[in-house]
């Protein structure tokens, strides 16, 4: 409407303009004075009359007559609900091209809250159209489209083996949490040491680029423990690649050697092959294959598990049979042996709701179990008593977990980055055996668990473990409580854990270099109704260290750990790893051209363990606890896959049965967790 009044204006405007010029050509000077006087009135006149048309017509405020929100490339938004919620600008309003811009700004903050890091509003089309002076508002909405994805660090491993394991790929939308996921996943890969991802927005392509770098480990690798200084002795060879020819299959040779005291020494020797992501799907198979003296043992394993969080079904089958022996412990000494024939069979079906952080999940499992017991050497006064069991059972879990994760270092490896689980799971099952399938008995089976990390700023970590099962028939036969809970006091002199990084090495700060923290562990086990079938050992084979392996035999025990833990860093420590580098290039030289860097970390603990064990007839009795201190140097090769930690021991036992106090007793070897 007011287009069409001020065009009407300029055109009679311009129209008297053309008469006046016309008609004052020849006329007296006055005459064409007065004409032009005439004019400069009519000019404003129209200017009054604009004026007035501006007012009554110009200033009439518009309706917003629809709003419509879509994402890009699509007709709908799963989002328009809250998005029309939290606008100002509303249908039926007034409308005010100040207040939605201000309601773009609001959208795009909306989706950047929910991880949508690169999302904006598309202006390559007006969102605003105005049709008979009614307002029509059209918002596009992009979320930040992936265009490309550049690898980097992969010398060996294939690039589709990397690809697979992200959870986006071009032309999938970019959120942050799927980011964040995706370098855990690829870090938690036995033949990467890191993993970082990195993202920004190309205004050129108009998306999203990424980039992801990963360090590789040397693979192939291989184990000797030599049978020095024990009483109980072990050979082992052991040689293994976790990256075969760069598609991230792995497989394993073992061959074990073990004599213990007054036994005939065994050996038995292990293949092992693991495939994950069979034929590029979400399935992950592993195989295992052990020839030993008292029989061949084997393991399948079909698992597709909850790969991400974002996935919402899982599910597992097991197989195996294996034979094994079984050693009875009193006092200190062994008194029975037996072998076990074991066939197990098992197959869970998880099924989870909710969003990434919080979810509630339901499932159903089957377990079947075989077990039968052969005396090999038995002494008159045992008191072991293995029952043959044939049991089928059916069962249901119903959980809830919330997952949260941060990034650290020096907790339970040496160098790597780790993910610490900030969050917490609590899950209960149930299960029922039945002569109706197979079962030798009628049973029920009730289980819960309990686990839970969490931190107080940055140096004050927890974790703990909790579970309990139960087995009744008319009436309560046995029962389990395990619980094993872990403080760490991280950096408590402030150093910083840039200390050494798998990519950088060992930072420039002087000839030594420290990073120290504390960790105090608990763990407990206590078994009610199994006497005679099952016993709980303490000793070195439970983390008593200074003690013989299994020199400590009950129902029921508690064990505490305090560790001063120290990383070593700075120039010679640095001048170590790059002598062993060298070393290893120069044996390698034939094979591999490139360097070889191993990474190695050194590092010294001071420890006291305190524990106690007892049972029905032997209570319990804080006054008789089973005490050791002691010292050790630990390493590890940071960047070889799955080489564990090296440790070398010198422990002092306070409370021996047998011996004297304050004798030392050496011990090494390799363990998983720092």
Not at 67 to 85: A, G, Q
Not at 153 to 173: A, M, S, W, Y
Not at 340 to 367: K, P, V
Not at 372 to 379: H, L, N, S
Request: with cysteine; aromatic share 12%.
């Amino acid at each position: 409407m007011q287009k069409k009044h001020t065009a009407l204006a300029v055109v009679s405007i311009t129209y008297l303009f053309q008469s006046i010029s016309f008609n004052i050509r020849g006329l007296h000077p006055l005459t064409q004075s007065a004409v032009v006087n005439g004019f400069l009135y009519s000019f404003i006149f129209c200017l009054l009359f604009l004026f007035i048309v501006h007012s009554t017509f110009g200033n009439q405020a518009r309706k917003v007559k629809s709003i419509i929100i879509r994402e890009k490339d699509t007709f709908t938004s799963p989002d328009e609900r809250d998005i029309l919620r939290m606008m100002r600008t509303k249908v039926g309003n007034d409308f005010d091209k100040n207040v939605l811009e201000t309601d773009l700004d609001t959208i795009v903050r909306y989706f950047k809250n929910k991880g949508f890091t690169y999302a904006r509003i598309d202006k390559s089309d007006d969102p605003i159209k105005l049709v008979e002076n009614e307002i029509h508002i059209g918002i596009v909405i992009d979320k930040g489209v992936i265009g490309e994805i550049a690898l980097e660090g992969n010398r060996k491993t294939h690039d589709d083996v990397i690809l697979q394991e992200l959870l986006f790929k071009p032309g999938e939308i970019y959120t942050k949490d799927d980011e964040e996921e995706s370098e855990r996943i690829l870090r938690q890969k036995r033949y990467f040491s890191d993993a970082n991802i990195d993202s920004f927005w190309d205004e050129e392509l108009e998306s999203v680029k990424i980039h992801v770098s990963v360090t590789e480990d040397w693979t192939i690798t291989g184990a000797i423990d030599v049978p020095i200084g024990r009483k109980s002795s072990t050979l082992l060879l052991n040689v293994q690649e976790t990256n075969l020819n760069g598609s991230g299959h792995g497989t394993q040779l073992r061959y074990e050697r073990i004599h213990e005291i007054d036994e005939q020494a065994r050996s038995y020797f292990k293949w092992q092959y693991e495939m994950p992501r069979l034929f590029a799907s979400y399935w992950n198979f592993d195989g295992e294959y052990i020839q030993k003296r008292e029989g061949d043992s084997w393991i399948v394993k079909l698992e597709r598990p909850q790969f991400t969080l974002k996935s919402r079904w899982s599910t597992r089958f097991i197989l195996s049979e294996g034979v094994d022996q079984v050693r009875w412990y009193e006092a200190g000494e062994k008194t029975a042996i037996f072998n076990r024939n074991a066939q197990i069979g098992s197959c869970d079906i998880m099924r989870y709701f909710g969003e990434r952080h919080q979810q509630i999940y339901t499932g159903l499992w089957i377990r079947s179990q075989r077990k039968k017991y052969v005396a090999v050497d038995r002494e008159d006064d045992s008191t072991a008593s293995p029952l043959d069991r044939n049991i089928n059972r059916l069962g249901i879990t119903v959980g809830r977990k919330r997952v949260y994760h941060r990034k650290i270092r020096f907790l339970k490896k040496m160098g790597p980055i780790e993910d610490f689980n900030t969050g917490a799971e609590y899950n209960v099952s149930f299960g029922y055996a039945s002569p109706w399938y197979g079962s030798d008995r009628r049973e029920s089976i009730v289980g819960t668990a309990v686990r839970s990390g969490w931190t107080i700023g940055n140096r004050f970590l927890s974790e703990t473990l909790i579970g309990i099962k139960s087995i009744f028939t008319n009436r309560f036969e046995w029962s389990v409580f395990q619980a094993h809970s872990t403080i760490f006091l991280r950096d408590i002199l402030k150093s910083g854990d840039d200390i050494y990084t798998v990519a950088k090495g060992y930072r420039k700060n002087g000839l030594i270099d420290f990073y120290h923290s504390f960790v105090i562990q608990y763990k407990a086990e206590m078994q009610f109704g199994l006497s005679g079938e099952s016993q709980v050992i303490l000793g070195s084979f439970s983390g008593l260290r200074g003690y013989d392996y299994r020199q400590f035999s009950g129902e029921k025990m508690m064990l505490l750990r305090l560790e001063s833990r120290t990383i070593f860093g700075g120039i010679i420590f640095e001048k170590i790893d790059d002598a062993v580098a060298a070393v290893a290039t120069f044996i390698a030289s034939p094979f591999v051209k490139s360097p070889i860097r191993l990474g190695v970390v050194l590092g010294g603990t001071l420890f006291t363990d305190i524990g106690y064990i007892w049972n029905g007839t032997n209570t319990f009795d804080i006054r008789q606890p089973k005490r050791s201190i002691g010292i050790e140097l630990r390493g590890a090769l940071s960047r070889v896959s799955n080489a564990g930690i090296f440790r070398f021991e010198l422990a002092f036992p306070l409370d021996p049965p047998f011996t004297p106090s304050l004798k030392p007793k050496f011990d090494f070897g390799f363990m998983r967790a720092f």
